[in-house]
């Protein structure tokens, strides 16, 4: 299974982006699907997830600003991000993995999309 996101790029302060990432191979409906993200000189940090049963959780610092989605006849995970701040800046992963008792545990990367948040 390989994942491909898209959709990063420049964006000014208080705006949206919205980011994807297309899972190849089967099975893509009975996965979990996140994403991290690492912005320059830090770690990188959960940001939400969605799981098969379109169950959503969010890091504090994204709560009500970002949202994730699914389409699984698309194999594809969404993540629409609104009122950005330069805080955001970061490189963005989406991953396939498993929740367990709430917990996303990621054991799948992508490559990771560079969102700037800059005016």
């Known amino acids: 299974v390989q994942l491909q996101a898209s959709g990063g790029g420049l964006v000014q302060p208080g705006g949206s982006l919205g980011l994807s990432c297309v899972a190849s191979g089967s099975a893509f409906s009975l996965h979990s699907m996140g994403w991290y993200r690492q912005a320059p000189g830090k770690l990188r940090e959960y940001v939400a997830h969605?799981?098969?049963?379109?169950?959503?959780n969010y890091a504090d610092s994204v709560k009500g600003r970002f949202t994730t989605s699914r389409d699984n006849a698309k194999r594809t995970v969404y993540l629409q991000m609104n009122s950005l701040k330069p805080e955001d800046t970061a490189v963005y992963y989406c991953?396939?993995?498993?929740?367990?008792?709430?917990?996303?545990?990621?054991?799948?990367w992508g490559q990771g999309t560079l969102v700037t948040v800059s005016s």
């Open positions: 991953n396939q993995g498993r929740t367990l008792s709430g917990t996303y545990i990621p054991n799948l």
């Open positions: 969605i799981t098969s049963a379109l169950d959503r």
